[in-house]
């Protein structure tokens, strides 16, 4: 957990920091309203103000906290002869005050409950990101239905002329070869919107419904052997590093996990059209709750993401690949199967190329029950 002090009374701050370090956090400590709006481009969980600062005092300093920095938690130090600020701080997003001298206890209890609430919100993110994806779901059955009947009437239409065509009586007709081309066209392009139906289903209802261990080097191979033509066609060299064989080993589908590891690797291909550098690894990762997860990235040496874009790359039919006429689907589908499993899907914006990071939850004693 990371801890900012921000008061001016060193031998007040620094001691503190000291105790909070030796208990297992990151606290730092800042002198004064210049020093701690410096430091706010960095993640803070919590932060403890003075309410009384050289400059710039802890009730205006607070204000553009929260307007940088809305869900970190504040808390606001006072004393005795301070409370109407204290009280106007409050009234600004504090979440609490505490009055000097103040009591290491009382900082740890601040910290429980921010930890807490930090565990609340991640909660609520996963909660509404799962309802986002069943809602997709849910369209996307509607979708399916309603567009790939008629598609299939039109496919078979499209191969009945195609059969009238192939007569020698039809050689005769003006423009046939036209005609005959036309018909390509449209068995290929439905044939591509039964495939954007298809993978739109699966953003919303996945692949398998049988779970278990999942070998994610043997996955990440089988992938790889898949796209080789493709690599060598481009000249990207691959690089791969995973944990040894008997390390923990994370919970799904395996299908679906292929389905998530080929939409990653043919998005990184994509941004390396004219060669570069694939690399693929994989580690076991402390989370905050105390446990485990698997944790695989998959980095490009292409161009990298734009701050702009990055916000949307999971969106549904979002692309930046015009000129591939691509669907846009790829990475909402693969967020959608991450996510159904209870893990997460994130990209890193760099400008010397991009980052994908799948973390998945580790399988558990539990998940070995079902499975049996």
Known sequence: ??????????AFAEPLAQRLNLRGMDAAVAGDATQALAMLGE??????????????????????????????????????????KAVQAMRRGARNWLSKPVA?????EECRKSRERAEARRRAARLTEEARWRSL??????????VNNPL????????????????????ALPDVGEVRDALRVIVKQSLRV??????????????????????????????????????????????TDFPADDAPRPHGSPLELEQVVLHLLENALD?????????????????????????????????????DILPHIFEPFFTTRR?????????????????????????TPSTTGACFVLRLPLESSEDDEKTA
């Open 1 to 10: 957990m990371r801890v900012l002090i921000v008061d001016d009374e060193a």
């Open 43 to 84: 993640p803070w969980d919590i932060i403890f103000l003075d309410v009384c600062l050289p400059g710039m005092d802890g009730v205006s300093l607070l204000k553009i906290i929260r307007e940088r920095c809305a869900d970190v938690d504040v808390v606001m130090l006072s004393g005795a002869t301070e409370m109407n």
């Open 104 to 108: 290491l206890e009382s900082v740890l």
């Open 137 to 146: 779901g849910r369209i996307a059955e509607g979708v399916a239905h309603e």
């Open 152 to 171: 299939n009437i039109i496919v078979q239409a499209a191969g009945m002329v195609s059969d009238c065509l192939e007569g020698p009586e039809a050689e």
């Open 194 to 239: 039964r495939e954007i139906t298809r993978k739109l289903l699966m953003a919303g209802k996945g692949l398998d419904p049988r779970t278990g261990p999942l070998d994610v080097r043997a996955v990440v191979r089988r992938v790889l052997g898949l796209l080789q033509g493709r690599m060598e066609q481009q000249r990207v060299t691959c690089m």
């Open 271 to 307: 941004a390396m059209p004219d060669g570069g550098t694939l690399r693929v690894s994989a580690k076991i990762e402390a989370a905050g709750d105390g446990e485990s997860v698997y944790v695989l990235s998959v980095e490009d040496s292409g161009p990298g993401i734009a701050a």
């Open 323 to 347: 000129e591939r006429k691509a669907a846009g689907l790829g990475l909402a589908v693969a967020r959608g199967l991450v996510v159904k499993r209870g893990g997460t899907l994130e990209a």
